[in-house]
C-alpha cells in the first residue's frame, strides 16, 4: 500500500522554527521528485519546496525562499522540511508530495504560527 505520512506539525510562536517530515511505503521515492505544498483555510493549495530526485534541483517560491530547506534521504525513504523564521501568514496544512509517472500525496499536517 501506497502512503505518505507527514509529522511534525504544530502550534508555534512567530520567528520559531519547525521540522516536518515526510515517510514513504509502498514505493521508493528515488525516482520521484518530492515537494512540499500548503493550504490556508479558503485558500488554494501552493506548492512551498520542491526537489528533484537526486537532489541537484531544488525550488522555493519567494514567500519561503531563506527560510525553509527541503532535504531528502532516499536510503531512508523520507523528506524534511525545515521551517525557519516562522510567520503567521506560514499557518496551513502542509501536504507532501511525490510526483514521478503517478502522484501521491499525503494526509497532511496542521501548522499554526501564533504568539
Known amino acids: 500500500q501506497v502512503q505518505l505520512v507527514e509529522s511534525g506539525g504544530g502550534l508555534v510562536q512567530p520567528g520559531g522554527s519547525l521540522r516536518l517530515a515526510c515517510a514513504a511505503s509502498?514505493?521508493?521515492?528515488?525516482?520521484?521528485?518530492m515537494r512540499w505544498y500548503r493550504q490556508a483555510p479558503g485558500k488554494e493549495r501552493l506548492l512551498v519546496a520542491q526537489?528533484?530526485?537526486?537532489?541537484?534541483?531544488?525550488y522555493y517560491p519567494d514567500s519561503v525562499k531563506g527560510r525553509f530547506t527541503i532535504s531528502r534521504d532516499n536510503d531512508k525513504n523520507t523528506v524534511s522540511l525545515q521551517m525557519n523564521g516562522l510567520k503567521p501568514e506560514d499557518t496551513a496544512v502542509y501536504y507532501c508530495n511525490a510526483w514521478f509517472t503517478d502522484q501521491y500525496w499525503g494526509q497532511g499536517t496542521q501548522v499554526t504560527v501564533s504568539s
Open positions: 509502498g514505493f521508493n521515492i528515488s525516482t520521484y521528485a
Open positions: 526537489i528533484s530526485s537526486g537532489g541537484g534541483y531544488i
